[in-house]
């Protein structure tokens, strides 16, 4: 006799469901933590930015006297590259400077100044720092804040951004899709909401390759990470309420 054949076909076991609903659960749980996180340090970040413009133009910068304890310089040379044709392959050298600072009693540092700002500047020199909670913006009336730059935690938000952008319209659409059906007159399906949510999307990128555009010719707006999600919020709602009233009227 033949021994019987599991039937590869059969419904998968009890316990081996509740253990894939367990790690789903487990999935989401961590992805909404880790969006969680990088919302917060790009609201941050984008406060901080905000917040030195706004002290920088209305004059609410803290001076204080300083002394240049120690400067020191790196210098970075080679060839342009890039593109299949190698680039232009033009020579060039880039210098930056680190200020180590004495701002009373308390050493500040300063990383990655260019070599227009550092231009003059001795060690021992008197300067006056201009500070925003304590972070140095201005030595002499010179930019010495790093902004929006590639660097530190700017990287990861500069790569995640659309992943950040993504979560956010998504957010806003579910939220509003959940105020809609409070009145019992309408059921949205996922479908109803995909089409609202991928419409806002590509209206944030489009806000993105504009940014970078303006960015080229020397517009950089602090609060830039605000336009996209904005516009994508604003379009994928806009969107999503014609769905509403298709589906109320069917």
């Not at 707006?221 to 999503?240: D, E, K, N, S």
Request: some cysteine; hydrophobic content about 45%; glycine content about 12%.
């Amino acid at each position: 006799m033949e021994e019987p054949t599991e039937d590869v076909t059969s419904p998968p076991r009890p316990g081996t469901r509740r253990t894939m609903t367990v790690l789903r659960r487990m999935a989401r749980a961590v992805f909404r933590l880790v969006m969680a996180a990088l919302i917060m340090l790009l609201a941050v970040r984008t406060y901080q930015e905000m917040a030195v413009a706004l002290a920088r133009s209305n004059g609410s910068l803290h001076t204080a006297e300083a002394t240049v304890s120690e400067l020191t310089s790196h210098t970075e040379s080679g060839r342009d590259g890039g593109g299949q044709d190698g680039g232009s392959r033009e020579w060039f050298v880039h210098t930056e400077y680190t200020i180590e600072l004495r701002v009373g009693d308390e050493p500040k540092t300063l990383d990655g100044v260019s070599k227009d700002t550092a231009r003059g500047l001795q060690e021992g020199q008197r300067v006056v720092a201009s500070l925003w909670r304590g972070r140095v913006v201005e030595l002499d009336g010179r930019d010495v804040w790093p902004g929006w730059h590639p660097g530190g935690w700017d990287i990861p938000l500069f790569a995640l951004y659309p992943l950040i952008m993504g979560y956010l319209i998504g957010v806003a659409v579910g939220a509003a899709a959940y105020l809609a059906r409070r009145d019992g007159r309408t059921q949205l399906e996922r479908q109803d909401r995909w089409g609202p949510w991928a419409f806002g999307l590509l209206v944030g990128v489009a806000a993105v390759f504009v940014l970078i555009v303006c960015a080229a010719f020397g517009h950089r707006p602090v609060f830039w990470p605000l336009v996209p999600v904005g516009v994508g919020t604003a379009a994928a709602l806009a969107r999503l309420g014609v769905v509403v009233r298709q589906v109320r009227s069917r």
